[in-house]
């Protein structure tokens, strides 16, 4: 649960900074793989569809990256616990009669 968070949180930050400076790698690189026409086509009347899907993009990717670190640190700093060790019974000789 917290490893979503975490992705959440790198997701919402990411987007917005892409938004802000929209050729920020790879989501840039990535959109144009794809090639899409050009479009004048403005989300809100302010951003551009590409500045919105690199925003998209730059946000899923790194918030995989950061969940995934985040999932790895996360085990690595759980104590290990150590099996408890077995104890046997006392055996009794066996009677005879």
């Known amino acids: 649960m917290k490893g979503a968070l975490v992705f959440l949180a790198v997701f919402l930050i990411l987007m917005l900074a892409t938004i802000a400076y929209s050729e920020l790698p790879p989501g840039g690189m990535i959109y144009d793989s794809f090639n899409f026409p050009t479009t004048t086509y403005k989300i809100f009347d302010t951003l551009a569809v590409r500045t919105v899907a690199n925003a998209l993009i730059n946000g899923a990717i790194y918030g995989i990256i ?13 104590p290990k616990t150590k099996p408890q060790p077995q104890t046997q019974q006392p055996q009794t000789p066996p009677t005879t009669s």
């Not at 670190?69 to 700093?77: C, D, G, H, L, V």
């Open 66 to 78: 950061a969940w995934i670190i985040y999932t790895i640190a996360e085990r690595a700093m759980k």
